[in-house]
């Protein structure tokens, strides 16, 4: 066996400018530093977002983005306590709703700035869950 490497040709930098309307993909989710530099993507080119990210949102997250900081505080409380009868890990349960909210929230401003952004479940080392989620982006 012959294993030889050659160096890649590579466009010039800013040869390349992503177009208005492309399709990107987006992997690490929706939340800190990826969703910055995918919001800051989308608004500078116009391109059309689809996040990969391995957090499952719930429908009931969305009605915790309004609530105010003492519903959501007691909304936490409850989940913990809810998690330690079932002998779950009570501050996962906690920072798993926290996660889930950032994501939301993420989206939430993505579409209000008018940015087209879809949120895919996807563990992008498992190479069926990445076909699955590529095949409903094309």
Not at 51 to 64: H, K, M, N, P, Y
Not at 65 to 80: C, G, I, R, V, W
Not at 91 to 113: D, F, G, H, M
Not at 131 to 138: E, F, G, K
């Amino acid at each position: 066996v012959v294993i030889r490497y050659t160096e890649p040709t590579l466009p010039q930098a800013g040869a390349v400018r992503p177009q208005p309307g492309e399709q990107w993909i987006i992997t690490g989710g929706a939340r800190g530093i990826t969703a910055c530099v995918a919001r800051e993507l989308a608004a500078r080119y116009g391109v059309e977002l689809n996040i990969f990210g391995s957090t499952a949102l719930q429908e009931s997250d969305a009605r915790w983005l309004t609530a105010s900081e003492a519903e959501l505080k007691a909304h936490k409380s409850e989940l913990m306590l809810a998690a330690k009868s079932r002998g779950e890990d009570a501050l996962a349960a906690r920072k798993a709703l926290e996660n889930r909210l950032e994501i939301a929230k993420s989206l939430q401003l993505l579409r209000a700035a008018g940015i087209s952004a879809q949120y895919f479940v996807c563990d992008v080392t498992d190479w069926n869950a990445v076909d699955s989620a590529l095949a409903t982006v094309r």
